[in-house]
């Protein structure tokens, strides 16, 4: 029944739980149930109370590789929607004027 976490550096109770941390991004850090105290900034793992808590190699591998599907993802999204786009563009907004009219200087008859 322990709800309020101690801080395990210094005993406080004024501790934050952390989204984001270099090291877990927006993915584990809070999965991992990172916390942070405030008043001496000793980063810790909420249920275990182990000091400056380190992401598993293998965390950091699958969030790279999220990451990686993501952008390919959005990749292969941009590119469906472009193709598509030009496959189906026949406004005639975007076809070039051919016949501008060059000014060709005549040599006069007089
Ligand atoms: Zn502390």
Redesign the pocket.
């Known amino acids: 029944m322990n709800s309020h976490p101690l801080?395990?550096?210094?005993?406080?109770t004024?501790?934050k739980k952390l989204f984001y941390t270099m090291q877990g991004g927006f993915i584990w850090t809070p999965f991992l149930n990172f916390m942070k105290?405030?008043?001496?900034?000793?980063r810790?793992q909420g249920q275990t109370g182990q000091l400056d808590p380190q992401v598993p190699k293998w965390m950091r591998i699958i969030s790279v590789m999220i990451i990686m599907g993501f952008i390919g993802l959005l990749f292969g999204v941009v590119a469906t929607l472009s193709s598509l786009r030009a496959r189906n563009d026949h406004s005639p907004v975007l076809v070039p004027i051919s016949k501008v009219p060059t000014p060709t200087r005549r040599p006069s008859p007089r």
């Open positions: 801080c395990p550096a210094c005993g406080a004024n501790i105290c405030r008043s001496c900034g000793a810790f």
